[in-house]
Protein backbone atom coordinates (compact mmCIF):
# COMPACT_ATOMS: atom_id res chain seq x y z
CA UNK A 1 0.00 0.00 0.00
CA UNK A 2 0.90 3.60 -0.52
CA UNK A 3 3.48 4.97 2.21
CA UNK A 4 2.97 8.41 3.94
CA UNK A 5 5.96 9.61 2.30
CA UNK A 6 6.86 12.94 0.37
CA UNK A 7 5.76 12.80 -3.26
CA UNK A 8 8.13 13.16 -5.70
CA UNK A 9 6.26 13.09 -9.07
CA UNK A 10 2.28 12.44 -9.60
CA UNK A 11 0.79 11.55 -13.06
CA UNK A 12 -2.78 11.18 -13.71
CA UNK A 13 -2.33 7.63 -12.37
CA UNK A 14 1.03 7.43 -10.87
CA UNK A 15 2.53 8.50 -7.91
CA UNK A 16 6.32 8.40 -6.91
CA UNK A 17 7.98 8.32 -3.46
CA UNK A 18 11.19 7.74 -2.01
CA UNK A 19 11.59 4.22 -1.00
CA UNK A 20 12.21 3.54 2.61
CA UNK A 21 14.62 1.10 5.10
CA UNK A 22 10.83 -0.62 5.36
CA UNK A 23 10.61 -1.33 1.12
CA UNK A 24 12.66 -4.56 0.82
CA UNK A 25 9.73 -7.04 0.29
CA UNK A 26 8.56 -4.73 -2.37
CA UNK A 27 11.92 -4.71 -4.21
CA UNK A 28 12.13 -8.55 -3.59
CA UNK A 29 8.44 -9.32 -4.77
CA UNK A 30 9.58 -7.36 -8.07
CA UNK A 31 12.75 -8.96 -8.31
CA UNK A 32 11.34 -12.46 -7.72
CA UNK A 33 9.32 -12.24 -10.94
CA UNK A 34 11.11 -14.10 -13.61
CA UNK A 35 9.21 -12.53 -16.02
CA UNK A 36 10.07 -9.14 -15.13
CA UNK A 37 13.87 -10.23 -14.88
CA UNK A 38 13.68 -11.81 -18.05
CA UNK A 39 15.79 -9.14 -20.04
CA UNK A 40 18.36 -8.33 -16.80
CA UNK A 41 18.68 -11.96 -15.39
CA UNK A 42 17.64 -14.29 -17.55
CA UNK A 43 14.82 -14.69 -15.48
CA UNK A 44 17.11 -15.48 -11.71
CA UNK A 45 15.69 -13.67 -9.26
CA UNK A 46 17.51 -10.94 -7.24
CA UNK A 47 18.48 -12.31 -3.96
CA UNK A 48 16.49 -11.23 -1.00
CA UNK A 49 20.14 -10.42 1.07
CA UNK A 50 21.20 -8.67 -2.06
CA UNK A 51 17.97 -6.39 -2.39
CA UNK A 52 18.53 -5.61 1.50
CA UNK A 53 22.16 -5.68 2.08
CA UNK A 54 23.10 -3.76 -1.55
CA UNK A 55 20.19 -2.72 -3.99
CA UNK A 56 17.93 -1.01 -1.09
CA UNK A 57 21.29 0.92 0.55
CA UNK A 58 22.16 2.14 -2.58
CA UNK A 59 19.27 3.38 -3.43
CA UNK A 60 18.69 5.14 -0.19
CA UNK A 61 22.27 6.70 -0.54
CA UNK A 62 20.95 8.11 -3.69
CA UNK A 63 18.33 10.30 -1.85
CA UNK A 64 21.48 12.04 -0.26
CA UNK A 65 24.21 11.76 -2.80
CA UNK A 66 21.35 14.09 -5.11
CA UNK A 67 19.64 15.62 -1.86
CA UNK A 68 16.47 14.09 -3.43
CA UNK A 69 16.27 15.57 -6.86
CA UNK A 70 17.10 12.16 -8.51
CA UNK A 71 16.96 8.78 -7.60
CA UNK A 72 15.34 5.21 -7.73
CA UNK A 73 12.02 6.15 -6.62
CA UNK A 74 8.48 3.71 -6.16
CA UNK A 75 5.72 3.89 -8.19
CA UNK A 76 1.98 3.39 -6.39
CA UNK A 77 -1.29 3.49 -8.79
CA UNK A 78 -2.62 6.81 -7.11
CA UNK A 79 -6.07 5.96 -6.94
CA UNK A 80 -5.94 2.57 -5.15
CA UNK A 81 -2.57 2.45 -4.29
CA UNK A 82 -0.90 -0.51 -5.46
CA UNK A 83 2.54 -1.02 -6.01
CA UNK A 84 3.33 -0.76 -9.83
CA UNK A 85 6.97 -0.98 -9.09
CA UNK A 86 9.79 2.02 -9.73
CA UNK A 87 10.89 4.58 -11.98
CA UNK A 88 14.45 6.57 -12.03
CA UNK A 89 15.90 9.71 -13.99
CA UNK A 90 19.46 9.91 -11.97
CA UNK A 91 23.14 10.61 -12.98
CA UNK A 92 25.39 7.90 -12.98
CA UNK A 93 27.23 7.84 -9.67
CA UNK A 94 30.71 9.93 -10.83
CA UNK A 95 28.91 11.84 -13.94
CA UNK A 96 27.59 14.89 -14.68
CA UNK A 97 24.24 16.02 -12.88
CA UNK A 98 23.05 17.56 -16.46
CA UNK A 99 23.01 13.70 -17.85
CA UNK A 100 20.49 11.84 -16.38
CA UNK A 101 19.29 8.25 -16.91
CA UNK A 102 15.57 6.78 -17.54
CA UNK A 103 14.76 3.66 -16.31
CA UNK A 104 11.81 1.46 -14.93
CA UNK A 105 10.73 -1.91 -13.66
CA UNK A 106 7.11 -2.76 -13.14
CA UNK A 107 5.36 -5.03 -11.87
CA UNK A 108 3.83 -7.90 -14.44
CA UNK A 109 0.08 -6.76 -13.35
CA UNK A 110 1.01 -3.15 -14.13
CA UNK A 111 2.55 -4.01 -18.20
CA UNK A 112 0.62 -2.84 -21.08
CA UNK A 113 -1.48 0.15 -19.57
CA UNK A 114 0.46 3.04 -20.08
CA UNK A 115 1.87 3.75 -17.31
CA UNK A 116 5.69 3.72 -18.34
CA UNK A 117 5.15 5.91 -21.04
CA UNK A 118 3.06 8.17 -18.53
CA UNK A 119 5.86 8.13 -16.27
CA UNK A 120 8.73 8.53 -18.25
CA UNK A 121 7.00 11.73 -20.08
CA UNK A 122 6.42 13.05 -16.75
CA UNK A 123 9.96 12.53 -15.65
CA UNK A 124 11.41 13.92 -18.69
CA UNK A 125 9.28 17.26 -18.33
CA UNK A 126 10.34 17.34 -14.72
CA UNK A 127 14.28 16.94 -15.82
CA UNK A 128 14.03 19.51 -18.55
CA UNK A 129 12.19 22.13 -16.56
CA UNK A 130 12.84 21.34 -12.87
CA UNK A 131 16.18 19.97 -12.55
CA UNK A 132 18.45 21.67 -15.38
CA UNK A 133 18.84 18.45 -16.93
CA UNK A 134 20.33 18.61 -20.57
CA UNK A 135 20.10 15.17 -21.50
CA UNK A 136 18.41 12.23 -20.74
CA UNK A 137 19.28 8.63 -21.66
CA UNK A 138 18.38 4.99 -21.01
CA UNK A 139 19.62 1.34 -22.52
CA UNK A 140 17.63 -1.57 -23.35
CA UNK A 141 18.21 -4.92 -24.91
CA UNK A 142 17.85 -5.58 -28.62
CA UNK A 143 14.85 -8.06 -27.80
CA UNK A 144 13.14 -5.79 -25.42
CA UNK A 145 10.74 -4.22 -27.79
CA UNK A 146 8.35 -3.20 -24.89
CA UNK A 147 10.83 -1.10 -23.35
CA UNK A 148 12.52 0.22 -26.63
CA UNK A 149 8.47 1.17 -27.29
CA UNK A 150 8.02 3.15 -24.77
CA UNK A 151 11.04 5.51 -25.23
CA UNK A 152 10.31 6.10 -28.50
CA UNK A 153 7.09 7.19 -27.36
CA UNK A 154 8.62 9.81 -25.17
CA UNK A 155 10.33 11.28 -28.29
CA UNK A 156 13.99 9.69 -27.32
CA UNK A 157 16.35 8.04 -30.36
CA UNK A 158 18.91 5.28 -30.35
CA UNK A 159 22.17 7.14 -30.43
CA UNK A 160 24.32 4.08 -30.06
CA UNK A 161 24.13 -0.11 -30.00
CA UNK A 162 25.79 -1.35 -26.80
CA UNK A 163 27.39 -4.46 -26.11
CA UNK A 164 25.82 -6.85 -23.81
CA UNK A 165 27.38 -6.58 -20.21
CA UNK A 166 29.38 -9.44 -19.22
CA UNK A 167 27.35 -10.16 -16.40
CA UNK A 168 24.45 -10.19 -18.74
CA UNK A 169 25.76 -12.71 -21.39
CA UNK A 170 23.70 -15.82 -20.03
CA UNK A 171 20.39 -13.61 -20.86
CA UNK A 172 18.29 -14.41 -23.69
CA UNK A 173 19.04 -12.41 -27.20
CA UNK A 174 22.53 -11.59 -25.17
CA UNK A 175 24.21 -12.22 -28.60
CA UNK A 176 21.87 -9.06 -30.25
CA UNK A 177 23.23 -6.39 -27.46
CA UNK A 178 21.67 -3.49 -26.97
CA UNK A 179 20.79 0.17 -28.09
CA UNK A 180 21.22 3.46 -25.87
CA UNK A 181 18.54 5.85 -26.44
CA UNK A 182 18.53 9.91 -25.38
CA UNK A 183 16.86 12.90 -25.74
CA UNK A 184 18.27 16.46 -25.20
CA UNK A 185 16.59 19.57 -23.60
CA UNK A 186 16.53 21.45 -26.99
CA UNK A 187 14.97 18.14 -28.82
CA UNK A 188 12.13 17.71 -26.23
CA UNK A 189 11.46 21.27 -25.99
CA UNK A 190 10.99 20.96 -30.42
CA UNK A 191 8.56 17.71 -29.67
CA UNK A 192 6.46 19.99 -27.01
CA UNK A 193 6.24 22.78 -29.39
CA UNK A 194 4.67 20.63 -32.15
CA UNK A 195 1.92 19.41 -29.54
CA UNK A 196 -1.38 20.94 -30.65
Known amino acids: MLAAVDTYLQTERVTLHPFSVGDADLLIELDGDPAVMRYLSGGEPTAPELVRGRDLPSILAGYDRWAG ?14 FVGWFCLRPEREGPLDEAELGYRL ?6 RGYATE ?18 W ?5 LNRASQHVMEKVGMTVTEALPTPEDMLAVEGSELGGFRY ?6 WERQQALRP
Open 69 to 82: AFGLFAAYETAGGA
Open 107 to 112: RRAAWG
Open 119 to 136: VSSALLTKAFTDLDVRMV
Open 138 to 142: GATMA
Open 182 to 187: EITKEQ
